[in-house]
């Protein structure tokens, strides 16, 4: 993230935007996860979990009190969804719970980031609006509600591979056969694959969304 605002401040130093463009636009800023993922996949203990977790919601912060600096008035923030939903860990459990223990992580994140984003809007002039997407209760008022939407499988992805040495899309190396399940009807599933939702699950969060005040915020 760090690289990609340097390609920003360069462009604005070019005169690609106008200080009235940055003024007028909102910047998204989004940590979905993959820091956690590599943690993970690269012996992170459990232990030293909440210590990393600081560690990437100081590095947010920093990101995005330098872009309030270069002049952009409106920036959303995404919370961590829950990530103990997702079917990388839920299918132990033949998808039948979340992951409590990951999902404390997530909260622990959350939490952070929005006592820090607090203090970074004291600290803004009146004309800023820097808001937090709250992704975890969203995704949680959709798993937990099904009659508001049409997603009728919450944690069984749609498309899974057939033992955990394969992922959606995994095919034999020799005879090219597929190593993964798909299921009948995309639109009925939560998430597409082992970590991402679907687009009737995206498009299920982003309507939950739609009925709390964060994103009428940055309307003005």
């Not at 605002?5 to 690609?16: L, M, P, S, W």
């Not at 033949?94 to 909260?107: K, M, P, R, V």
């Amino acid at each position: 993230m760090t690289v990609q605002i340097d390609f920003f401040q360069r462009i604005i130093r070019e005169k690609v935007y106008t200080y009235a463009d940055l003024r007028n636009s909102v910047a998204f800023v989004s940590v979905a996860g993959n820091d956690y993922n590599f943690y993970l996949s690269t012996n992170g203990s459990v232990e030293g979990a909440p210590a990393f977790v600081a560690s990437v919601v100081n590095q947010t912060l920093k990101n995005v009190a330098r872009i309030h600096r270069l002049g952009v008035k409106k920036i959303a923030v995404n919370g961590v969804q829950p990530l103990g939903c997702l079917p990388q860990l839920t299918a132990s459990s033949s998808f039948s719970g979340c992951n409590s223990t990951f999902n404390t992580f997530a909260a622990l994140h959350n939490t952070l980031l929005s006592q820090g984003l607090g203090k970074l809007k004291e600290e803004a002039n009146h004309n800023s609006s820097i808001v937090v997407l709250d992704l975890y209760d969203s995704f949680m008022s959709v798993l937990n509600d099904t009659s508001t939407n049409n997603v009728q499988n919450q944690l069984r992805p749609c498309c899974f591979g057939v033992s955990s040495q394969y992922f959606c899309g995994s095919v034999d190396p020799e005879t090219m056969a597929k190593k993964y399940t798909l299921c009948n009807d995309p639109k009925s599933a939560f998430f597409w694959d082992s970590f991402h939702p679907s687009q009737a699950g995206w498009r299920a969060v982003y309507n939950n969304l739609l009925t709390t005040h964060t994103i009428q915020q940055l309307q003005h």
